[in-house]
């Protein structure tokens, strides 16, 4: 098995490109309304135009990979992002942002599915735990840093005072003078292509999937869609993918519309915090889970995320503005723990399932336009009380999961569970 300490550090830039991409969009939101005068239900369509490729491509960028290796496929990837960056870039507009967006939800999807196994291989498998759950924490840090490159590039070309170092000086030239937000793209098509080049010139190592890495044949995808519990976790991914991103997406045009906000700062920041507190949420999730049934921090998770949420939509500015991010590090759990529990509640096809709980993004495209479409006639504070239903359903996983295999807990956690049965 060829290890390389190179190829681990080509993944983890990689997850870092990953993140830096797609989410970014809660930021601009209030921009898209405010520069293209598009509803809410309009600015939701550009999340579904992500998310919705995003689902569609997860199965069929499994068949890719194993038809053209990775190399050649995380290629066509990165030149899908930097096609769709590039797109916006020069054609500013809503159509060309439907259609880039549509784009570089594809490639990052494709990404995605391929170098999960590459990190297993290069890095080798006694050590995939630990280089995943780090993997997960550089890309919540591009998470994080985003948004502030965001505000950085909005304030300082907006201010025609202010000292211009020669990236500024680039962007100001390239960038419409009422559209300085848009400057962020011409970074993530610079930052696409630089990958496209560095991967060219880079040796990988053979990968050999894992069954739970297989794709899987469509007879394995017929018997688990005949499986009631298949079907369950699928919307529970929907659901938590669709309260992921339309807490984020939606949080700066709420604070900006009952608090008066600037999106470019104060919404920007909180944007940034929840994607921060949903990564260091990890690694409080990562204790708690040696510690509990993982159900029983599900359902505290899901408590908590929605008294965060309560506390957002009707509290006052300075109470909304903490708990908005506050709903991150109750949601760090969430994704890891409907994946562990619907694996472990199947005997057999692991990758396939794999795959079908990859499809459940779509709730990332879906979810956000309900909240618009709902915010266009009530008001957006009663188009995101919509969240109540998807981390409701969420929650509920923690109540009628009843997996094969549960979590290791420790010895302490096990003897009071025996002191109540």
């Known amino acids: 098995m060829a290890r390389s300490r190179y190829a681990v550090s080509l993944v983890f830039l990689t997850f870092f490109v990953i993140s830096l991409l797609t989410n970014i969009l809660g930021p601009i939101v209030p921009d898209i309304i405010s520069s293209f005068h598009v509803s809410l239900t309009a600015a939701g369509f550009l999340a579904f135009a992500f998310f919705i490729a995003y689902g569609v491509m997860s199965i069929p960028a499994g068949f890719l ?17 930097m096609l769709g960056s590039l797109s916006f870039a020069l054609f500013p507009g809503y159509r060309v942002a439907i259609i880039s967006y549509f784009t570089i939800g594809a490639g990052m999807a494709v990404l995605q599915v391929a170098i999960n196994p ?8 006694e050590h995939y735990a630990f280089n995943s759950t780090l993997a997960q924490l550089i890309f919540g840090s591009a ?7 965001y505000s950085y590039l909005v304030l300082n070309l907006r201010d025609s005072s202010a000292d211009q170092n020669i990236v500024l000086g680039i962007l100001r030239r390239l960038t419409p003078a009422e559209l300085p937000w848009a400057s962020i793209y011409w970074i993530f098509a610079v930052s696409a292509l630089a990958m496209v080049i560095v991967l060219f010139f880079s040796r990988f190592p053979k990968v050999q999937h894992t069954a739970e890495e297989r794709v899987g044949s469509l007879d394995m995808y017929r018997t688990l869609a005949r499986q009631r519990v298949v079907w369950l976790y699928f919307a529970a991914m929907f659901a938590y993918v669709g309260c992921e991103q339309g807490t984020a997406d939606w949080m700066s045009s709420f604070l900006y519309q009952y608090h ?13 915090w929840f994607w921060g507190l949903l990564t260091a949420g990890c690694l409080v999730g990562m204790l708690l889970l040696k510690i509990f049934d993982s159900r029983k921090v599900l359902i505290g998770a899901g408590i908590g995320s929605l008294f965060c949420l309560s506390a957002a939509l009707f509290g006052p500015a300075k109470v909304s503005v903490i708990a908005f991010p506050a709903i991150g590090l109750f949601a760090s759990v969430m994704w890891p723990i409907i994946v562990s529990l619907a694996l472990n509640s199947v005997v057999e096809f692991h990758g396939s399932f794999a795959g079908i709980l990859g499809t459940g993004i779509i709730g990332g495209a879906i979810v956000p336009v309900i909240i618009g479409r709902i915010g266009d006639y009530a008001g957006l504070r009663s188009g995101m009380s ?3 239903v998807t981390f409701g359903f969420v929650l509920s996983v923690g109540f009628w999961a009843r997996p094969l295999i549960n979590n290791a807990i420790s010895r302490l956690e096990k003897a009071s569970a025996k002191v109540v049965d």
């Open 143 to 149: 998470s994080f840093i985003s948004p502030h490159i």
């Open 260 to 272: 008066g906000l600037d999106p470019h700062t104060t919404g920007a920041a909180a944007v940034s």
């Open 386 to 388: 919509f969240l109540y």
């Open 65 to 81: 990979v194993e038809r053209f290796t990775e190399k050649p496929v995380m290629l066509l990837a990165f030149l899908a992002g």
């Open 118 to 125: 590459l990190l297993r291989v290069a890095g080798g498998e």
